[in-house]
């Protein structure tokens, strides 16, 4: 009773709505350890199970080859925060207008929004978050001197071991439920951006400065503050300490998340296990490098596998992988130059990150959001392939059903019978996201609306969608969307924009 009057005070604060809905496990509510792995710009095209080629990732492989493949599974947006975002809430990212990307921002969850992490507390789950984080921190200008918070310890996290935005954002520290690990107090870390008014870089080296000091050339922006060579999105001073080591970063997140697991293998526990890559900067570990033959994107690409491989040993060894989901994915897709000459074009030979989808991360079309989509628990799950359509969105609905909570968000689906059991139906429609543009598939149909912009980034060279004309795909017959039929097919163009006018409003 007490359980039942805190869920409901809970979502009249949260705004999510509780309806009764029995879990696809008949009302037997089993509690597995849920993990959550998740990539950082990896493509359709990246993993060898998606698409065989010249790139391998024997260990992803094995959780697609052994679990259900979703080849139809998509992130809700084509960057990263609001990918993030979605994944945790359950909400679309063009709802909140914080949600694009973010450079040393503030926290864009509201602590009173339900996420997973607090659904499965609300179970008796302990929950952890160990690598990117990208969803803002604090409520203003962060101190990173003291403690942070807001943060993911005030979303439902018990845990957290990050970094607060990207690998080449400042400041480059780990941060351990709202501390900066190994932060000398008479050593502190200041911190600014471009976009701020103090636009200062405290006289320190910086790319633009000082190119001759980098061992990674920037390409376009990261021509900030120097740190181990790499010049970044940004300014940095002080914590010489507390600085990270790009090159162990790998072992370092895989290390904090295998002793997570080993602390908490007695409760069921949750972990959001978040790999930096294979998003800029590379810097796989010397003992990565030319493992792939595609220089550091390749070869980090190479080494997040191993990582996964090494998470799932633990997992067997702590006698536990038969009561743990795994859930794979990526956040966006793939891009090649992300604003550091680091060979990934010219090194890529005939590897195709998208799978051969059209465009890429920051795309509305396909690359941008189908990414590959994994299910893995072993015994429990039949191996298996779906060509459902699926959205990261609906996570948090499938994970509520699974554990028996009944916290529904309004965007999500309840899939935990298609993830668990490769059955039932799956999404009718979904609304795409790329860079707070927007687009919609319905069954085989894709329609983009018309939008300003060039139809080519300029740097990273990736199509983004834009044009003057609305687009039609039929994705069945032209997977690769090379064939625009809005002129041939009016009338299911117009089914199609009063649909998505429908869930996304004019102003779209
Ligand atoms: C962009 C960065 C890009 C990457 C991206 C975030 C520039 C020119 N480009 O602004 O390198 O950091 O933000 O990527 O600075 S994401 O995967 O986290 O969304
Ligand atoms: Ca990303």
């Not at 921002?105 to 952890?128: A, C, F």
């Not at 701020?196 to 920037?218: A, H, I, Q, R, V």
């Amino acid at each position: 009773m007490k359980k039942n009057l805190f869920r409901i005070v809970l979502s009249l604060f949260s705004g999510v709505f509780i309806i009764s809905c029995d879990s696809i496990l008949n009302k037997k509510i089993i509690q597995p350890n849920i993990i959550i792995i998740y990539t950082d710009d990896l493509g359709y095209g990246d993993v060898s199970a998606y698409k065989k080629g010249t790139l391998n990732t024997p260990n992803i492989d094995k959780l697609a080859n052994e679990g259900i493949r979703f080849n139809n599974g998509y992130s809700s947006s084509a960057t990263c925060s609001p990918s993030r975002y979605a994944l945790l809430t359950g909400i679309y990212p063009w709802r909140n207008p914080r949600a694009k990307i973010i450079t040393g921002g503030s926290l864009i969850i509201d602590t009173t929004e339900m996420t997973i992490p607090k659904i499965l507390k609300t179970q008796g789950y302990r929950t952890g978050i160990v690598g990117k984080w990208h969803l803002g921190l604090g409520s203003g200008k962060i101190n990173y001197n003291t403690n942070i918070s807001p943060g993911p310890n005030q979303i439902g996290f018990d845990y957290s071991h990050i970094m607060a935005d990207t690998q080449d954002r400042v400041p480059c520290v780990y941060i351990e439920n709202g501390d900066v690990i190994n932060l000398d107090q008479n050593d502190p870390i200041k911190v600014n951006f471009f976009h701020e008014k103090e636009n200062n870089d405290y006289g320190l080296p910086t790319g633009l400065k000082n190119p001759e000091l980098t061992t990674m050339k920037w390409h376009h922006g990261h021509n900030g503050s120097i740190i181990n060579g790499i010049p970044r999105i940004g300014y940095m001073k002080g914590g010489e300490k507390a600085r990270w080591s790009d090159i162990d970063m790998a072992d370092h997140f895989l290390k904090k998340a295998q002793d997570y697991i080993k602390e908490n293998k007695e409760n069921p526990f949750f972990l959001y296990y978040t790999l930096q890559q294979p998003h800029v900067p590379r810097t796989p570990h010397p003992r990565f490098e030319g493992k792939s033959g595609m220089g550091p994107r390749g070869d980090a690409i190479i080494e997040a596998d191993w990582c996964i491989g090494e998470l799932y040993k633990t997992l067997k060894s702590e006698g536990i992988l038969d009561n743990t989901l795994i859930i794979f994915s990526s956040d966006n897709g793939p891009v090649l130059n992300d604003g550091y000459y680091d060979d990934a074009v010219e090194k890529l030979g005939e590897h195709t990150p998208s799978g051969g989808l059209r465009g890429g991360k920051y795309s509305l079309f396909e690359a941008g959001t189908k990414v590959p989509f994994i299910t893995y628990w072993k015994e429990k799950i039949k191996p298996g392939v779906s060509n459902k359509i699926i959205s990261q969105i609906d996570l948090f609905n499938s994970i509520s059903s699974i554990v028996g909570a009944e916290y529904r968000s309004k965007d999500g689906i309840d899939f935990s019978n298609l993830i668990i059991n490769n059955q039932g139906k799956g999404r009718k429609e979904l609304i795409l996201e790329a860079s707070t543009r927007t687009a919609y598939r319905n069954g085989d149909w894709v329609m983009i609306p018309p939008y300003n912009g060039p139809a080519i980034a300029p740097n990273v060279k990736i199509e983004l969608g834009n044009s003057t004309d609305f687009k039609l795909y039929n994705l069945k017959e032209d997977p690769y969307q090379k064939t625009n039929l809005s002129k041939k097919e009016p009338e299911k163009l117009n089914e199609m924009i009063s649909s998505f006018v429908k869930i996304r409003g004019e102003s779209f």
